[in-house]
């Protein structure tokens, strides 16, 4: 990683007095809004107090409609009601109570505008330098993978292989029963010099694995249902002929992608109560359905401790987490805009978060200590970075969601990053976008360091 950063650096410039005043606004401007909010909580104590607390009883109530059934469920709907009734009226009577507070809480927040905008004005010279890419020669071969069945169609609908066969690109289509593996394979084997997949997250998986495996670069086409990959990428998810440029005029971008037990993923492996109910032959045709009916059995009163383990980098010993999500590069895990979404697919690091709540007062304190922004010391909520991460379990085994697929896996089971080892091609407006999502990124040391004429230290 302390390479990775290294490398980094030597592509950054020091920055010019615009932007060094730039970074000076930004910081000031979140020096004043903290300064004004902490001002609206100390003046709106009681309304504070109450909002968390109503938050912490709706909180409760939903663990109780989740995990538990009938009546009880009705007492869950209850503390709901009672918690969203206790939240207006303390949102109320700060409205009402702050007077002038309000009109300075106003500026504040126009103030923070203002500093969020200078800040990624700050950043983005530098974020561009850092995403600046080789132009890439134009594949001779390159070959398309298209599943018309992804995503209700979408390659029948905008026109795929129609498209790809006027810029010269060659389409395989994925036929019931067909490997997708083997297909992607086959394609090397008669010539192809850069593979593409038109399909959803865990078909890019799959044919991305051997774009690694015999070093070529990978077009990412979003033909999916959700096709987070795309997003993260800054990939136009509503047109995806727009991306087929990347057959002949892109940039090669180098991004991260991650492995479990040997296998490529490239968003993420969740196991626990997510990758027990996938795993389920009625989850297909009615997920909400089978969600209900089997997260009683799985978070109740009665339900067992899911035999997961793993260490935090702390060396803290966690046991029993029933949701734990890694992902390649971390999630946006705040509140914000773009939150669960990953601004950067480059950091060479894993984002880990478990969460180890058992009854509804643990997930209430859980929510309470997040509403106060506490969240990561709740003894309930693991969260942080690494290069790797060990899951275990005592029978040797664990259900787990690999880029939304249902599998099983040996534990202990080794889940890596592998930095910048996937060639993306991209068109060439991608990098651009690319350096917008990660300007959204606020980093307070790099600005202090952009203001006081420094090369930042991302």
């Keep these: 990683m302390d390479e990775q950063r290294s490398q980094r650096s030597n592509l950054t410039h020091r920055p010019d007095l615009r932007h060094r005043a730039a970074a000076l606004t930004a910081l000031i401007g979140l020096v004043v809004f903290g300064v004004a909010s902490l001002a609206f909580v100390i003046h709106n104590a009681p309304a504070l107090v109450a909002t968390v607390g109503g938050l912490g009883l709706a909180v409760g109530g939903a663990w109780w409609v989740v995990t538990e059934r009938d009546r009880r469920r009705l007492w869950g709907l209850a503390a709901i009601v009672a918690g969203f009734v206790v939240m207006t009226w303390?949102?109320?009577?700060?409205?009402?109570?702050?007077?002038?507070?309000?009109?300075?809480?106003?500026?504040?927040?126009?103030?923070?505008?203002?500093?969020?905008?200078?800040?990624?004005?700050?950043?983005?010279?530098?974020?561009?330098?850092?995403?600046?890419?080789?132009?890439?020669?134009?594949?001779?071969?390159?070959?398309?993978?298209?599943?018309?069945?992804?995503?209700?169609?979408k390659v029948e609908r905008f026109g795929l292989r129609s498209a790809a066969a006027e810029l010269g690109v060659e389409t395989v289509e994925l036929e019931p029963g067909d490997d997708l593996e083997q297909l992607a394979h086959d394609a090397v084997a008669a010539g192809a010099d850069c593979l593409g997949m038109a399909g959803g997250d865990g078909s890019q998986a799959i044919v991305a694995a051997v774009a690694v495996e015999h070093d070529l670069p990978f077009v990412c086409i979003s033909a999916g249902t959700r096709n987070h990959f795309a997003l993260d990428l800054g990939l136009d998810r509503d047109d995806p002929r727009h991306t087929l440029r990347a057959f002949t005029?892109?940039?090669?971008?180098?991004?991260?992608?991650?492995?479990?037990n040997g296998r490529l993923f490239v968003n993420n492996v969740s196991l626990g109560v997510y990758a027990t109910i996938i795993a389920e032959e009625s989850y297909r045709a009615d997920k909400a359905q089978t969600a209900a009916a089997m997260l009683p059995d799985l978070l109740g009163p009665t339900a067992r401790p899911f035999d997961l383990q793993f260490t935090a980098p702390s060396g803290r010993d966690v046991d029993g987490a029933f949701v734990i999500l890694v992902s390649n590069n971390p999630y946006v895990a705040s509140t914000s805009l773009d939150a669960a979404t990953r601004r950067r697919m480059d950091t060479g690091a894993l984002g880990v978060i478990a969460v180890s709540t058992s009854t509804a007062a643990e997930a209430a304190r859980l929510m309470t200590r997040s509403a106060l922004g506490l969240r990561k010391t709740s003894p309930f909520w693991h969260e942080f970075t690494a290069g790797s991460v060990e899951i275990r379990s005592r029978s040797g085994h664990a259900a787990a969601g690999i880029d939304g697929e249902a599998v099983d896996l040996t534990t202990p089971m080794t889940i890596r990053s592998h930095p910048r080892g996937l060639r993306l091609?991209?068109?060439?407006?991608?990098?651009?976008?690319?350096?917008?999502?990660?300007?959204?990124?606020?980093?307070?040391?790099?600005?202090?360091?952009?203001?006081?004429?420094?090369v930042p230290r991302l």
């Design 90 to 153: 303390a949102m109320a009577h700060a409205l009402i109570a702050a007077d002038a507070m309000i009109l300075r809480l106003l500026a504040a927040v126009g103030l923070l505008g203002v500093a969020v905008a200078s800040a990624r004005f700050a950043l983005a010279a530098d974020l561009h330098a850092l995403d600046r890419r080789q132009q890439s020669h134009r594949p001779q071969r390159p070959v398309l993978i298209c599943n018309p069945r992804s995503g209700d169609g």
């Design 249 to 260: 005029d892109a940039v090669e971008r180098r991004v991260d992608y991650g492995t479990v």
């Design 425 to 454: 091609l991209v068109p060439a407006d991608n990098e651009v976008i690319a350096a917008r999502r990660q300007a959204r990124d606020v980093n307070v040391r790099a600005l202090v360091d952009m203001a006081a004429g420094r």
